[in-house]
């Protein structure tokens, strides 16, 4: 070549000032017109910082305008970091650009197990930097650390849920699970996969206690309390089975669904519905059998109509003695509420919190109705998952006398709320108002009754649990605490009608061993306060206005 010439490609080359670089993560060559230039220099610094950080950005700034890229083959035994990436591919991928030739979007990379991570501003360790990048901790590749969300428990970018506190609320949440959650529910009998396939669920349990007193009356009854009713003997209160499809439709559609329970033992006694239980309990001494429920469900959209006969929508306390803490029974529950309904209702999911419920039926605890004329059901429940609230109403008006025209209309209110995680409170109040019934021998005349319960349960673990029950109950007008218990009962029928305020308090715990095995325990003081002057009382064959029991029961699940 002539002097000349080359002369003239070296002016070229001064004026031009082409600066040539290797990159050694991209396997490009990178050419830039002006060397000098402020947007490559900020390009390179931002690259360094980037290598001075645990963490690396799947995608870096594009290159600034005026440069681009030559491939430069790399050495087959991989690239200056020593990671064995193809040529023209870099560790992580973060410099490539779509539109840079032979793109391809990086492969997935495993999160390496936690370490500790170099503190941020530190200098670049003395590993090659690709082999630094392929050990930072807690990586999640295609997530730039700007745009990453901190630990919402510590703040730290790095922490990906580690900490200690993100533990804790971890563990926090494994004790808030649902209770029917598949490994806490009960092992179950006819738990078959034909059954389970259709939707249809068989259970039952076995409910046996006894319970004593300080008095050992001679009749061997505890006054006018139910369901343990009788004193220093053993019983069989439930020999329960249950047979039930639940409706699915989660708001569109049909479904059809239904529900048999059959109740064998002490406790059939006051459960009995006029008609048909009737004449399963006659000339028994004190075992019987009942059917509580015996209705169909059609469910459409929101939609559920219920026909047949269930339990009433009122009060907080239930026959089944797997869902009550207590082994006995309040007053207001025995004396001021109804069992069961027999007749049709609907049931409308008005949203996630709240559903309306109206119907007929053909009077309290009837199979056969009375006096041939319906009466009227409804109510409302509404439920804050967020706060641990829950409230119940329940109403029905009726005419429940034979031979008179009469109004009883009574209500219900429960209120339900969570206090921390193991706390619960309920407090229930009920109030009734019945015209013409019959206040003694020979008078006829209006009666009310009213009751508030108060429930306090401590849940210590999931196998012990503590509750303290508090109710007072006023029948002031002696209409609705009597003998109770067809067709053996207590000879509690005084004349004229003993009208009081009781009260009772108890206090127990629940003991769960194994998720089909309750033990539950109890001590409950009763006391009454007469209106007016009297001479016979409920308790210790009609002897004491007040008394003490201590109760405990078995319940094992199948």
Same mark, same amino acid.
């Given at each position: 070549?002539?002097?000349?010439?080359?002369?003239?490609?070296?002016?070229?080359?001064?004026?031009?000032?082409?600066?040539?670089?290797?990159?050694?993560?991209?396997?490009?060559?990178?050419?830039?017109?002006?060397?000098?230039?402020?947007?490559?220099?900020?390009?390179?610094? &931002?690259?360094?910082?980037?290598?001075?950080?645990?963490?690396?950005? =799947?995608?870096?700034?594009?290159?600034?305008?005026?440069?681009?890229?030559?491939?430069?083959?790399?050495?087959?035994?991989?690239?200056?970091?020593?990671?064995? $990436?193809?040529?023209?591919?870099?560790?992580?991928? /973060?410099?490539?650009?779509?539109?840079?030739?032979?793109?391809?979007?990086?492969?997935?990379?495993? $999160?390496?197990?936690?370490?500790?991570?170099?503190?941020?501003?530190?200098?670049?360790?003395?590993?090659?930097?690709?082999?630094?990048?392929?050990?930072?901790?807690?990586?999640?590749?295609?997530?730039?650390?700007?745009?990453?969300?901190?630990?919402?428990?510590?703040?730290?970018?790095?922490?990906?849920?580690?900490?200690?506190?993100?533990? #804790?609320?971890?563990?926090?949440?494994?004790?808030?699970?649902?209770?029917?959650?598949?490994?806490?529910?009960?092992?179950?009998?006819?738990?078959?996969?034909?059954?389970?396939?259709?939707?249809?669920?068989?259970?039952?349990?076995?409910?046996?206690? %006894?319970?004593?007193?300080?008095?050992? /009356?001679?009749? +061997?009854?505890?006054?006018?309390?139910?369901?343990?009713?009788?004193?220093?003997?053993?019983?069989?209160?439930?020999?329960?089975? %249950?047979?039930?499809?639940?409706?699915?439709?989660?708001?569109?559609?049909?479904?059809?669904?239904?529900?048999?329970?059959?109740?064998?033992?002490?406790?059939?006694?006051?459960?009995?519905?006029?008609?048909?239980?009737?004449?399963?309990?006659?000339?028994?001494?004190?075992?019987?059998?009942?059917?509580?429920?015996?209705?169909?469900?059609?469910?459409?959209?929101? *939609?559920?109509?219920?026909?047949?006969?269930?339990?009433?929508?009122?009060?907080?306390?239930?026959?089944?003695?797997?869902?009550?803490?207590?082994?006995?029974?309040?007053?207001?529950?025995?004396?001021?509420?109804?069992?069961?309904?027999?007749?049709?209702?609907?049931?409308?999911?008005?949203?996630? +919190?709240?559903?309306?419920?109206?119907?007929?039926?053909?009077?309290?605890?009837?199979?056969?109705?009375?006096?041939?004329?319906?009466?009227?059901?409804?109510?409302?429940? *509404?439920?804050?998952?967020?706060?641990?609230?829950?409230?119940?109403?329940? %109403?029905?008006?009726?005419?429940?006398?034979?031979?008179?025209?009469?109004?009883?209309?009574?209500? &219900?209110?429960?209120?339900?709320?969570?206090?921390?995680?193991?706390? +619960? *409170?309920?407090?229930?109040?009920?109030?009734?108002?019945?015209?013409?019934?019959?206040?003694?021998? $020979?008078?006829?005349?209006?009666?009310?009754?009213?009751?508030?319960?108060?429930?306090?349960?401590?849940?210590?673990?999931?196998?012990?649990?503590?509750?303290? #029950?508090?109710?007072?109950?006023?029948?002031?007008?002696?209409?609705?605490?009597?003998?109770?218990?067809?067709?053996? #009962?207590?000879?509690?029928?005084?004349?004229? /009608?003993?009208?009081?305020?009781?009260?009772?308090?108890?206090?127990?715990?629940?003991?769960?061993?194994?998720?089909?095995?309750?033990?539950?325990?109890?001590?409950?003081?009763?006391?009454?306060?007469?209106?007016? =002057?009297?001479?016979?009382?409920?308790?210790?064959?009609?002897?004491?206005?007040?008394?003490?029991?201590?109760? $405990?029961?078995?319940?094992?699940?199948?």
């Amino acid at each position: 070549m002539k002097t000349s010439t080359r002369c003239f490609l070296v002016a070229a080359m001064v004026l031009v000032g082409v600066q040539v670089r290797a990159d050694e993560e991209s396997g490009f060559l990178w050419i830039s017109a002006g060397g000098n230039s402020t947007a490559a220099k900020a390009s390179k610094n &931002s690259a360094d910082a980037v290598g001075a950080t645990a963490e690396v950005p =799947a995608e870096t700034p594009q290159k600034p305008a005026g440069q681009w890229k030559v491939p430069v083959r790399k050495p087959a035994g991989g690239g200056a970091s020593g990671s064995g $990436t193809t040529t023209g591919q870099s560790p992580a991928g /973060p410099r490539r650009l779509p539109e840079d030739p032979g793109y391809a979007p990086p492969r997935p990379r495993a $999160t390496p197990a936690p370490a500790a991570a170099e503190p941020r501003g530190a200098g670049k360790s003395s590993q090659p930097e690709g082999a630094a990048k392929s050990q930072a901790p807690g990586l999640v590749p295609g997530v730039s650390p700007a745009d990453r969300s901190p630990c919402d428990w510590c703040g730290d970018c790095q922490c990906q849920g580690t900490c200690a506190a993100a533990l #804790r609320a971890r563990a926090c949440e494994a004790c808030n699970a649902p209770e029917d959650d598949a490994a806490d529910a009960p092992w179950r009998l006819f738990d078959r996969p034909a059954l389970k396939s259709r939707g249809i669920s068989v259970r039952g349990w076995v409910d046996q206690g %006894i319970t004593t007193g300080g008095y050992f /009356p001679a009749d +061997r009854f505890n006054g006018p309390v139910t369901f343990n009713d009788r004193a220093d003997e053993y019983g069989m209160n439930q020999l329960y089975l %249950i047979t039930e499809k639940v409706t699915k439709t989660d708001g569109e559609g049909f479904d059809v669904g239904g529900r048999v329970d059959v109740l064998y033992g002490t406790d059939a006694r006051f459960t009995t519905a006029n008609g048909w239980d009737d004449s399963w309990i006659d000339g028994n001494r004190f075992y019987g059998m009942a059917m509580p429920q015996l209705y169909a469900d059609f469910a459409v959209n929101d *939609w559920t109509f219920r026909v047949g006969h269930f339990y009433a929508n009122v009060g907080y306390e239930v026959v089944p003695a797997v869902d009550n803490f207590f082994y006995s029974h309040t007053y207001t529950y025995q004396y001021g509420e109804p069992f069961t309904y027999t007749g049709a209702m609907a049931q409308w999911q008005f949203n996630e +919190r709240l559903s309306l419920v109206a119907g007929f039926h053909r009077g309290w605890d009837q199979w056969e109705d009375n006096n041939r004329e319906l009466g009227f059901l409804g109510g409302l429940t *509404w439920k804050n998952e967020e706060t641990g609230t829950s409230i119940a109403f329940g %109403i029905t008006a009726s005419n429940e006398q034979v031979d008179e025209s009469s109004a009883l209309t009574m209500y &219900s209110i429960v209120l339900t709320q969570k206090l921390g995680q193991r706390w +619960r *409170w309920v407090l229930q109040h009920d109030g009734a108002h019945e015209s013409n019934v019959q206040l003694d021998g $020979t008078d006829v005349g209006a009666a009310n009754w009213f009751g508030v319960v108060n429930y306090l349960i401590f849940d210590l673990n999931p196998q012990w649990s503590f509750g303290l #029950r508090y109710e007072w109950f006023s029948d002031n007008d002696g209409t609705r605490v009597r003998a109770p218990g067809y067709p053996h #009962r207590i000879d509690f029928q005084p004349d004229p /009608p003993f009208g009081a305020y009781w009260n009772d308090i108890s206090i127990g715990f629940n003991y769960r061993p194994h998720r089909n095995v309750t033990l539950r325990s109890e001590g409950r003081w009763d006391w009454v306060g007469p209106v007016g =002057a009297t001479s016979v009382y409920p308790f210790d064959d009609q002897s004491r206005g007040n008394q003490f029991l201590f109760a $405990t029961d078995l319940i094992i699940q199948f």
